[in-house]
């Protein structure tokens, strides 16, 4: 399971990034951070969401 800590910097990374923007124009990266964030969500959500 994925901490808080850790998801925090998952997120940030990014964002701290001079290229963010040449970051998020790339399909994949924008994907696989969205599917990291939903994934967290369900593992950390408390209600059953499926």
């Not at 901490?3 to 964002?15: A, G, K, Q, Y």
């Not at 970051?23 to 994934?39: A, H």
């Not at 967290?40 to 969401?49: A, H, K």
Request: contains cysteine; charged residues 25%; aromatic residues 8%.
């Amino acid at each position: 399971m994925i901490s808080s800590s850790d998801f925090r910097v998952i997120v940030s990374e990014p964002l701290k990034s001079i290229s963010f923007q040449n970051y998020m124009k790339k399909e994949k990266r924008r994907q696989l951070l969205v599917d990291v964030i939903l994934t967290w969500i369900v593992l950390n959500c408390d209600c059953d969401i499926l």
